[in-house]
Every structure is written in C-alpha cells, then in structure tokens.
C-alpha cells in the first residue's frame, strides 16, 4: 500500500503575478492578450486581442528580414521566403519562435505587447496529444529563456459558433 503524501495547498494568489498574459501559439498567427480583472469593462476582443504574424520572412529584393509583428510593414509580400516555427501544430523550431516571441512581447516597436515576463503569468496552448519531449521544450523555453512568473499549458480547443 503506498503512502498518502500531504499536499502543501496554500494560497496560490499570492504566489502569482498581478498580469496573465494568454497565449494561443497557432502555426499561421498567434493570438495574444492579457487577462483583464475588472469586472466594470470586461475585456474588448477588439482592442485586447493581438494578432501576431508567426514566421520569420526574408525578402529577395532588399534582402531584409521581417521577425513577427514586422512583417505588418512589408508593401511586398510576393518576394519573400517564408520560415515557420509550427509544423502540424507543434513548435518544432523554437530558435526561430524565440526570436518571434522576443519581438512579440518584448519588442518597444507598434504592435508590440511590452510585457515583462518576470512580473507576467503565461497561459500557453498547445496541440492536443502534444509529444512530451515537445512539452519539455515549451517548458524549457517559458522559464529558462523569458523568465515568467508563472506558467500553465493547456490544451487549445476549437469553439464553433452556429
């Protein structure tokens, strides 16, 4: 018979940032916003809600490489090589999703979401039946490269609305 362990439940609020940052990493765009507390909005899809390019483009003309939210600068997009960080729904490639996420995030150009990863919670979704030495990459990546105070993956699911 195995023994009953005790769980240490404590108070989990303040052990957690005051900002969530959640996060749907898709393979095309990534869709990211922050959580928002006050019950006397709510939150605006319109204006909370970001839509990130997620790839890294590479014009042949001017040879300029365009990481993310800059590729909503580009006026040409029939030159450009395109590489993506997602294949079949996982991130396969997260050297290349680093530099997308740091510009994302951390960039102080338009578009960017300026947050500060140590004084944010993440809430990341992944592909459902995510392999786990994919899930350890993610991890990884969370809180090894960008620090963040707090971190739950979950599983994205699709809504269809009739």
Not at 50 to 72: F, M, V, W
Not at 79 to 100: C, D, M
């Amino acid at each position: 018979m195995a023994r009953k362990q005790s769980i240490n439940t404590g108070p989990v609020a303040e052990t957690l940032a005051a900002k969530t940052l959640i996060l749907d990493n898709g393979a095309h765009t990534i869709k990211a916003g922050f959580s928002s507390t006050s019950s006397t909005t709510g939150p605006n899809p319109a204006t909370d809600c970001h839509i990130i390019h997620n790839c890294i483009a590479r014009s042949h003309r001017d040879k300029r490489t365009y990481i993310g939210p800059e590729l909503q600068e580009c006026a040409d997009f029939g030159e450009l090589a395109f590489r993506l960080p997602v294949e079949k729904g996982y991130i396969v490639n997260w050297e290349s999703e680093k530099a997308i996420w740091e510009r994302s995030f951390l960039g102080k150009e338009a578009g960017a979401l300026r947050c500060e990863p140590d004084e944010t919670n993440l809430v990341l979704t992944e592909a459902p039946s995510a392999p786990i030495q994919l899930q350890r990459n993610a991890d990884e990546m969370v809180f090894e490269e960008f620090g963040f105070a707090g971190y739950a993956r979950v599983v994205g699911l699709l809504v269809y609305t009739i």
